[in-house]
């Protein structure tokens, strides 16, 4: 099956859409095949403010139908606990609320845009989606990350080249509790190195210290601008470490 045989059978559709690579060429390639798609964000505070920001571009470029949902996901006392799975409950709560939403407003397929690369395994919120009867057709339709990025890049889209950006929650060790504190400092501290120009990297938080994770190809860099770099994290955290192991 290809994506225009999987929107001529399901022509009218939700998207869980985040802005990124494959949710936006998904969007792309339902509104380019005919069918009738309205994207839905949710805006949570595992999701920096750049993410909605893209999200919100790309809509416009495709003058697409886009709807932006608000989720309290730290009221939900498992997912603050951040349990091994914790991706799972995350996701039981943002893709109930789409789904809720997308049935008032008359939509009953709801599709998201995990691809053929992303390994099961490693996902411990592909559980929620196959419970909740969530569409992957990137997946079905056997699309790589690659292949996304290449057809992004003709199609145009300022996504086709987008760094891969786990959410925020992702950078506070397993079984430690989230909180809001920890993630207006995550963001604070990655929103510094974006604008120094470094891209692909993550700020873990490590015992209120921050854990830089660099690729090897931008670490003398970072090293070059370290005295800055150190003024500036420091108001977030106590230390601030260089993680050898290249990302």
Not at 25 to 41: M, N
Not at 130 to 150: A, D, F, H, M, N
Not at 202 to 215: C, E, F, G, T
Request: proline residues 3%.
């Amino acid at each position: 099956m290809d994506l225009n045989e999987f929107f001529k059978e399901h022509n009218k559709v939700a998207l869980a859409f985040s802005g990124g690579v494959d949710s936006s060429y998904l969007l792309y390639a339902a509104i380019k095949s005919g069918a009738q798609v309205r994207a839905y964000y949710v805006n949570a505070a595992f999701q920096p403010q750049f993410e909605l920001d893209d999200a919100m571009r790309l809509a416009k470029q495709l003058n697409a139908d886009m709807k932006v949902l608000t989720a309290d996901v730290l009221s939900n006392e498992t997912v603050v606990k951040n349990p091994s799975d914790r991706c799972y409950h995350c996701k039981n709560v943002i893709f109930n609320m789409i789904l809720a939403e997308a049935k008032k407003d008359d939509f009953t397929v709801l599709m998201d845009g995990t691809n053929a690369s992303d390994a099961e395994d490693d996902r411990p919120g592909m559980r929620a989606l196959r419970e909740l009867c969530v569409y992957s057709p990137l997946r079905i339709c056997g699309l790589t990350k690659t292949e996304i990025r290449r057809r992004s890049k003709e199609a145009g889209l300022f996504t086709w080249n987008k760094p891969a950006y786990a959410c925020l929650a992702t950078r506070i060790p397993t079984n430690e509790r989230i909180t809001a504190e920890k993630l207006e400092k995550t963001e604070e501290a990655e929103n510094y190195l974006f604008s120094l120009g470094f891209t692909d990297f993550r700020v873990r938080y490590l015992n209120d210290s921050a854990k830089i994770q660099m690729p090897a190809a931008q670490m003398t860099k970072l090293l070059e601008m370290r005295e800055e770099i150190l003024i500036e994290l420091k108001k977030y955290y106590k230390e601030v470490l260089l993680d050898l192991q290249a990302r």
